[in-house]
């Protein structure tokens, strides 16, 4: 499922195809779920002849804007991708939505498993403004951070994949920060030391601009799995916990543990994160 480094990795790659500034010719749906709220007739007359002004990533949404005061955020879920191709490559199923550029070219999206949406809006704020802050955020110092985790009482790994308190955080990269901080996925949010709170943003964004710079992160081969520009992710070979039930610990070679947080499977050393004694009922 793609998370923030492989929602900017889209949008860097449709940026750097030049899509900003391209104009949207015309749209065909050939599943109308995919776009929200409007019908896919009405959506389609809305986006026909409206300029790409910019395109860029707000937590796991990609923006586009719009010219007359118009967006499109996308949310790609389980399996969407955008693919920029030439009209006459050939098309396939589980392209849901195509956008026909003035530039000749397509904007094509395709998801597998249908979960991904395309919202047109005049008020992107409805959806934007539910977000928490960006990891990236240069307002979000350690310390406002670990100050916004000791407000709450919750399973840290379960706080940080809500969205509405960080957005762009999802199963994977949460698993590789708790891991690179030492933090242990359950332990009570309002029980971390406030230097490991902070110690947990740096290695967020630590393990979030790695995958970045790996262009995401593909764990399988089939056309479900994330793809952008054509090529799939490299950061696999740079997870640590993530996936390695089992395989030993890189920092101290015990076998990794699984267990399932707020319904995902997680990750991590029994031995590098531990949980704080307040909460142990041995002890
Ligand atoms: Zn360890």
Redesign the pocket.
């Known amino acids: 499922m793609p998370e923030l480094p492989e929602v900017q990795t889209v949008v860097n790659d449709l940026r750097s195809a030049g899509i900003e500034g391209d104009t949207i010719h015309s749209a065909a749906i050939t599943w109308e779920n995919t776009v929200r709220p409007l019908s896919a007739a009405q959506f389609v007359k809305e986006v026909c002849g409206r300029r790409i002004e910019s395109i860029r990533r707000r937590g796991k949404y990609i923006v586009f804007s719009l010219d007359r005061g118009a967006y499109l955020l996308t949310h790609l879920r389980m399996t969407g991708q955008y693919e920029l191709c030439a009209p006459k490559q050939e098309t396939d199923p589980h392209v849901r939505v195509e956008f026909k550029l003035d530039s000749d070219r397509q904007l094509r999206f395709h998801d597998t498993r249908k979960f991904g949406r395309i919202i047109f809006t005049r008020r992107p704020g409805e959806v934007l403004d539910k977000l928490g802050p960006d990891p990236f955020d240069p307002n979000l110092t350690p310390v406002k951070f670990a100050s916004a985790v000791h407000k709450h009482a919750r399973q840290i790994k379960a706080l940080l994949l809500d969205q509405s308190f960080l957005a762009g955080l999802g199963n994977i990269y949460c698993d590789e920060a708790l891991f690179a901080a030492g933090v242990h996925p359950l332990e009570n949010s309002r029980l971390i030391e406030p230097y490991k709170a902070e110690e947990l943003l740096l290695q967020i964004r630590t393990v979030l601009r790695q995958g970045i710079s790996n262009r995401g992160t593909s764990l399988g081969e089939g056309e479900t799995n994330y793809v952008s520009g054509g090529k799939r992710g490299e950061n696999r070979k740079a997870l640590r916990v993530y996936g390695l039930k089992g395989r030993p610990?890189?920092?101290?070679?015990?076998a990794?543990e699984k267990i399932y947080v707020a319904q995902r499977a997680s990750y991590f050393?029994?031995?590098?994160?531990t949980r704080s004694h307040h909460e142990s009922s041995s002890k």
């Open positions: 610990c890189p920092r101290c070679g015990t990794l050393c029994p031995c590098c994160q």
